[in-house]
């Protein structure tokens, strides 16, 4: 049985300006590649972390069934959201710890429903620093991004 595996990026020029997401969704058996889907999207006005979000949102939502998964992000805030943070939002009426309204709100509900219908892990890999999947990821989020920036 095949392990499937979503690497997923967000991208930013400027914070907040236009954004794009991009995800690797791959069906691997003992590290090889079986099957891969690329999804890619974007925003004209955005967030670095809304895109982050949507990258993880896209991933499952990408999935027609009920589906065991590994997500890898290279977002601390995405990965201790929800990992962390979401189980006490969500009993404090999605207030933080200083009874301030969640950032993003939207899009963690968007993220909370999506996950609910699979078994997933979350890790987390370092941006930037060479890791194929995450740097691939990256590109598609700026190909994502492309058609929101201004042209000069």
């Known amino acids: 049985m095949p392990k499937i595996f979503?690497?997923?990026?967000?991208?930013?020029?400027?914070?907040?300006?236009?954004?794009?997401?991009?995800?690797?969704?791959?069906?691997?058996?003992?590290?090889?590649?079986?099957?891969?889907?690329?999804?890619?999207?974007?925003?004209?006005?955005?967030?670095?972390?809304?895109?982050?979000?949507?990258?993880a949102i896209s991933s499952l939502e990408g999935l027609e069934k009920s589906t065991k998964l590994t997500i890898i992000t290279d977002?601390?805030?995405?990965?201790?959201?929800?990992?962390?943070?979401?189980?006490?939002?969500?009993?404090?009426?999605?207030?933080t710890a200083n009874k301030k309204d969640v950032k993003n709100i939207d899009l963690w509900k968007?993220?909370?429903?999506?996950?609910?219908?699979?078994?997933?892990?979350?890790?987390?890999?370092?941006?930037h620093a060479g890791h194929l999947e995450n740097e691939r990821a990256d590109a598609l989020a700026r190909k994502g991004m492309e058609p929101f920036k201004k042209k000069t």
Not at 75 to 81: C, H
């Open 6 to 55: 979503a690497y997923t990026d967000g991208a930013c020029s400027g914070n907040p300006g236009p954004g794009g997401w991009g995800v690797i969704l791959q069906a691997k058996e003992n590290s090889i590649v079986l099957k891969e889907l690329e999804l890619y999207g974007g925003e004209k006005e955005t967030t670095n972390n809304r895109m982050e979000l949507m990258a």
């Open 110 to 127: 968007r993220l909370d429903q999506a996950r609910s219908k699979h078994e997933v892990i979350w890790k987390w890999v370092k941006g």
């Open 75 to 95: 977002s601390n805030y995405v990965k201790g959201g929800v990992t962390e943070w979401i189980k006490n939002w969500k009993k404090n009426n999605w207030k």
